[in-house]
């Protein structure tokens, strides 16, 4: 069992920047690649970034690359996104989710979840 805390969230305007962290609870969070998904109301959850268990390599959604940035400490067992130039249909519950081996693009595919944390950009 891997448990997830997402944290950051809340209120921003356009055009400003936040920053997400997805703390674990185990030390052999290392051994995991993390993903964050974004999902609003009515909608499934939608793949936004991904990173291997070393953070040697990444993947984003066409929609966010070029302005988010997916990283990892894992002396601090932690996964980061920052969110830049942020636009009002990036507003969502955002949650980080874990699995073994590598990343994929696909929600099913992960083991392990965090309860989201709501971002909400303000026009």
């Known amino acids: 069992q891997v448990q997830l805390v997402e944290s950051g969230g809340g209120l921003a305007q356009a055009g400003v920047s936040l920053r997400l962290s997805c703390a674990a609870s185990r030390r052999t969070f290392f051994r995991y690649a993390v993903a964050w998904f974004c999902q609003a109301p009515g909608k499934g959850r939608e793949f936004v970034a991904a990173i291997s268990s070393s953070g040697g390599n990444t993947g984003y959604a066409g929609s966010v690359k070029g302005r988010f940035t997916i990283s990892r400490d894992n002396a601090k067992n932690r996964v980061y996104q920052e969110m830049n130039s942020l636009k009002p249909e990036d507003a969502a519950v955002y949650y980080c989710?874990?699995?073994?081996?590598?990343?994929?693009?696909?929600?099913?595919?992960?083991?392990?979840w965090g309860q989201g944390t709501q971002v909400t950009v303000s026009s």
């Open positions: 989710a874990a699995r073994l081996l590598r990343y994929t693009v696909a929600a099913g595919t992960y083991d392990y």
